[in-house]
């Protein structure tokens, strides 16, 4: 459990290397601009033939493969000198403790008469400079618009500038507290929790702090609001990492919830050039395809457009075996689909009086 201490805070520790490697880079062109030198930088390729499975740590990593940005080449020079300015500015935010969203960005730069066709083009070169870095956006201080939310009994104590040392319960607010920027970077000081319970459902979240399903099962919640933005990644990573908690995935019962758990587990192909935004032994404990047939649960027909996602997913090296495999197999055998909400069939508390148990004893054994 970290409290203040001697032992430099992971933020500054972030904000410091962060601040290392942006002189580094600036320090390489100005040093090849004064030898006469045309600069250039050597980029990870991000292309698709260059994004493999890693078997042993179970993610997508770039391959070895590299494209050369050169001032030389006439066509080189816009997007070369879109992801230096952005490097200054990134600069700026972590010198002076701001945030920016990805939308400020593209925004920002038009005040540098730096010109993006649009906010696509824009956030592309910021993930250009992530894989250049080896380091996530966030750690720039550039985040997308936050969504989730995380209720329960954790102590934090901010490290942004101006709230340093103010500290905040996560369980003082029904409705919970946005993950974003001063959140995420905070330090953890004090837990009763013993797991976390990640959800995909904003309803559910709020169903579940009704029902104090952080006390009964001493648990923080996480509304991952769908796909979960980076943040709430990273957030759900130090908190399995720093605590020890074990993270539990609850999510609808079709193709598309079991990928919610998978990137939450083994991170994403589009973002398969940083390490720190997956936890390897989260469980995905429902809803399962065999859930629906097992408690009788409402439930859709699969779409075409369902049964082909389920078939992309088979072929993909992380979904080999075990429930992954098992699971979209089961969609397949009865072409249906249900979700979260459908448990409210049985009632407005059975899936946390019922379900929910039934789930987390079964979570012993994957």
Not at 162 to 188: C, M, Q, V, W
Not at 237 to 243: A, C, D, F, V
Request: no cysteine.
């Amino acid at each position: 459990m970290n409290s203040k201490s001697s032992e430099e805070s992971k933020a500054n520790y972030r904000k410091r290397e962060v601040k290392m490697l942006l002189k580094e880079l600036g320090m390489k062109i100005y040093s090849e601009m004064d030898k006469g030198v045309f600069p250039e930088i050597n980029l990870p390729s991000r292309s698709v033939r260059n994004i493999v499975y890693d078997e042993k740590i179970k993610q997508y990593v770039l391959g070895k493969a590299f494209v050369k940005r050169s001032t030389h080449n006439i066509k080189h020079i816009r997007p070369f000198t879109q992801l230096i300015w952005l490097a200054y500015f990134v600069n700026k935010l972590v010198e002076q403790g701001k945030t920016s969203t990805l939308r400020d960005v593209f925004y920002s730069a038009q005040a540098y008469n730096i010109e993006f066709v649009d906010q696509a083009e824009s956030d592309d070169i910021i993930t250009d400079l992530e894989a250049l870095l080896s380091k996530a956006r966030e750690d720039f201080n550039v985040y997308p618009e936050e969504r989730s939310a995380i209720f329960g009994d954790l102590t934090i104590e901010y490290t942004i500038p101006g709230y340093e040392g103010k500290r905040l319960n996560l369980a003082s607010h029904p409705d919970g507290y946005l993950i974003g920027p001063s959140l995420s970077t905070a330090d953890f000081v004090d837990t009763s929790a013993e797991m976390v319970l990640a959800v995909e459902k904003g309803g559910l979240f709020t169903r579940f702090v009704e029902e104090k399903v952080h006390n009964r099962y001493k648990a923080l919640i996480i509304d991952t609001a769908g796909q979960p933005p980076r943040s709430t990644r990273y957030m759900l990573r130090r908190l399995n990492q720093e605590l020890g908690l074990p993270v539990y995935i609850l999510t609808d019962g079709d193709v598309y919830g079991e990928h919610i758990a998978m990137v939450i587990i083994s991170g994403s192909a589009g973002a398969a050039h940083l390490r720190e935004l997956t936890v390897p032994s989260g469980k995905w404990i429902g809803v399962w395809g065999s859930d629906i047939k097992k408690y009788k649960l409402p439930s859709d027909p699969l779409t075409e457009i369902d049964i082909k996602r389920i078939y992309e997913l088979k072929e993909d090296p992380r979904y080999k075996g075990g429930i992954w495999q098992r699971e979209l197999d089961f969609f397949l055998k009865i072409k249906k689909k249900s979700e979260l909400e459908a448990f409210a069939k049985y009632g407005l508390t059975a899936i946390t009086d019922k379900y929910l148990p039934e789930k987390l004893e079964i979570a012993k054994s994957l």
